[in-house]
Structures are given as structure tokens and as C-alpha cells.
């Protein structure tokens, strides 16, 4: 029984959870360069929990073969960087007082629905693009 409990095989790029860090990491890219100051610690902290959200995923999957201890504990660094980049967005609002999306808002629930059926990294960055910095912020944190 305990050799089932967690099968990891398989492309893990098809799965659903990698698609949306990769998206996270895209996105975060194109918000740190575009809102962020250059001399900004937080710029670097973004960039580094977007990209250790997909590589702890990509590292915890290729572990998996050797311990599945292992492979859980990098998912769980993986989530854990997604809380932090959460911060991150809301802090962003917050310091610059602007609107958080409440969970009951339209724009959030047609936020969660596009996510749902689309994991395009290139047209999230691209509608990203046309979208200003509060509104990036907050699909992010969406």
C-alpha cells in the first residue's frame, strides 16, 4: 500500500499544477521589470520565489524516483514559495494604496475562470502586458 500512496510518473510539463508555476514565473518576470525599482530587495525576492515555485516542482518530481519523502518535501518549498510571492502582491498593493479585489469581486471570479481553462504562459504575459500593475498584482494574487 505505502509504494501507491504518492505515484509520481510520467511528463510532469502536462500537469496542471507545473503549466500554472511556469505562468507564475512569467508573469512575475514581467511584473518585477515593469513595477518594481531596479535597486528594490523585493525584486529580487519575487524573481527568486517564482522561480523556486517551478524548480522545487521540476526537482521534487525528478527526486521522486529516489524518495518520495524527498520529492514531498520540495512541493512542499514549491508552496511554500507561491505563499511568499502571495505576500509579495499584496504588499504591492498595500504600500501603493491600491484596490485588492475582494474573493466576491466580478473581476475575480472571471480571473479564476480564465485560469482554469487556459495555461498559455505566452498569453498570460501578453494580456499581462496590456493590464496595468494593479490589476496584474491582483490576478496574481487570484
Do not use: H
Not at 525584486?43 to 514531498?72: F, H, P, Y
Not at 475562470?113 to 499581462?128: A, H, I, S
Amino acid at each position: 500500500m505505502a509504494e501507491t500512496f504518492l505515484k509520481l510518473a510520467g511528463d510532469y510539463t502536462k500537469w496542471n499544477v507545473y503549466k500554472k508555476s511556469v505562468i507564475i514565473c512569467d508573469v512575475t518576470e514581467l511584473f518585477i521589470n515593469r513595477a518594481l525599482p531596479r535597486s528594490s530587495r523585493t525584486l529580487d525576492q519575487m524573481r527568486q520565489a517564482a522561480r523556486s515555485c517551478k524548480q522545487n516542482i521540476v526537482e521534487g518530481v525528478s527526486d521522486a524516483t529516489v524518495s518520495v519523502e524527498i520529492c514531498i518535501k520540495l512541493l512542499g518549498v514549491a508552496r511554500g514559495s507561491v505563499r511568499e510571492l502571495l505576500e509579495d502582491y499584496g504588499d504591492f498593493l498595500r504600500q501603493n494604496n491600491l484596490e485588492t479585489w475582494k474573493i466576491d469581486d466580478p473581476r475575480t471570479k472571471s480571473t479564476r475562470q480564465y485560469c482554469r481553462k487556459n495555461d498559455n504562459p505566452t498569453e498570460f504575459v501578453e494580456k499581462c502586458k496590456q493590464r496595468s500593475d494593479e490589476t496584474v498584482a491582483n490576478i496574481m494574487i487570484t
